[in-house]
């Protein structure tokens, strides 16, 4: 069943890669995320985390490797000019493909053309994805949890996820103002998108808290429910920067070895302490997927 479940997942990934390399060979508009997530028969909430966890790299990786491989493959046969090269794989100008080109092989496409060993290198490099080192998936030690549903009042930020120490604070203004911060039962956070993967402008994130007692939102909060059902839940203790990296190691590692699916909803992270009074490397987070 582990493995089957496995498998599953690496053969939706393998079709979002299919419809990737359709369209870098022909030339043709790259499929949008949506199309991407049914693809992989993943919930756009999550597409993006499970392709880097299983890949690692993004779609938008992918797309600049596939791009760099067909151009090493024509660049391979000396009467193919470089500005045909380019312009075959997709780049607008000879100029931007040879910027592309050099970033990623620290030599002109004419270069590398005159040394064939070196070509054939890095044809061999392009031609797989990153090799990935997880932790093993018994060391994660992920629970199954049911967790009710519960209330948070939340202020949805968009932008760049630092700083959003400023947004909660903005829910705590809040709160005193209602006679609610003695009834804090929980900080917790909500990010739609991963953060290494889409611009900031791009990006949502709730920040969100629980309290103890019946809430209303005021001007600019929302009110929202999380949990309801069963999730997989696993405690980082350290800094929040390390929190993406973790999460691709359950859906690496733990989800894709356990038998079960990911429901279409995003992910939570619940925050146990205060940064402000508490060493970053004794911070404990628990990282919440849920489970179909």
Known sequence: ?????????????????????????????????GQLAEAAHLSPFHFHRVYRALTG?????????????????????????????????????????ARAFRQAFDASPSELRGQAERLARAIARCSQAPALEREPAAELRVEVVSVEPFRVIAVRHRGDFDGLNLVYGRVFEWAATQ???????????????????????????????????????????IAEDLGGGEWARFRHVGSFDLLDEVTDAMLAGWLADSGRELRDEPLFHHYLDDPEQTPEVLLRTDIYLPLA
């Open 179 to 221: 006679g609610l911060v003695e009834h804090v039962t929980g900080i917790y956070g909500v990010p739609y998108g991963d953060p290494r993967d889409a611009p900031a402008a791009g990006l949502d994130f709730d920040c969100a808290v629980a309290f103890g007692r019946p809430a209303e939102p005021g001007d600019g909060l």
């Open 57 to 97: 790299e993004t779609p938008g990786g992918t797309v600049l490797r596939l791009r760099l491989l067909r151009a090493l493959r024509l660049l391979a046969d000396p009467a193919q000019p470089v500005t045909e090269a380019a312009l075959a794989v997709g780049y607008e100008t000879p100029q931007a493909f």
């Open 1 to 33: 069943m582990r493995d089957q479940t496995r498998h599953r997942y690496l053969q939706g990934i393998d079709r979002a890669v299919a419809l990737l390399q359709h369209a870098v060979d022909t030339g043709a508009e790259l499929p949008d995320p």
